[in-house]
């Protein structure tokens, strides 16, 4: 696993209350933070890391099962490398202008 932040993409649950025949197929949510805990059942992101070791803040709660990508991102001086967790395949990014994944999708 990896130290540094990842952007983990995961299939959510989505309904809402007052319209409860609405569906959503595939409703793609992104977390961008550190792994707090990457256990059996859950993944833990933590999108806030306090200063001191103090631990984390906006921690995320993702079924294993609803994952859908893992990728560390490794920031260098002139550019961002989104990196497959699973597969490992680098994917520099210029930081000049938006940051984009491999398909052309904003991440931030």
Do not use: H
Not at 7 to 30: G, K
């Amino acid at each position: 696993m990896t130290d540094g932040p990842v952007i983990v993409t995961y299939r959510d649950a989505f309904f809402d209350l007052d319209e409860p025949d609405t569906e959503r197929e595939d409703y793609l949510v992104m977390v961008v933070g550190w792994i707090i805990d990457d256990g059996l059942k859950f993944l833990r992101i933590g999108s806030e890391r306090l200063p001191d070791g103090d631990g984390y803040r906006a921690i995320t709660r993702v079924p294993r099962q609803c994952v859908v990508s893992l990728r560390s991102l490794q920031v260098g001086q002139s550019q961002l490398k989104v990196v497959d967790v699973a597969r490992e395949e680098p994917n520099a990014l210029s930081l000049g202008g938006d940051v984009t994944d491999r398909v052309g999708r904003a991440l931030v």
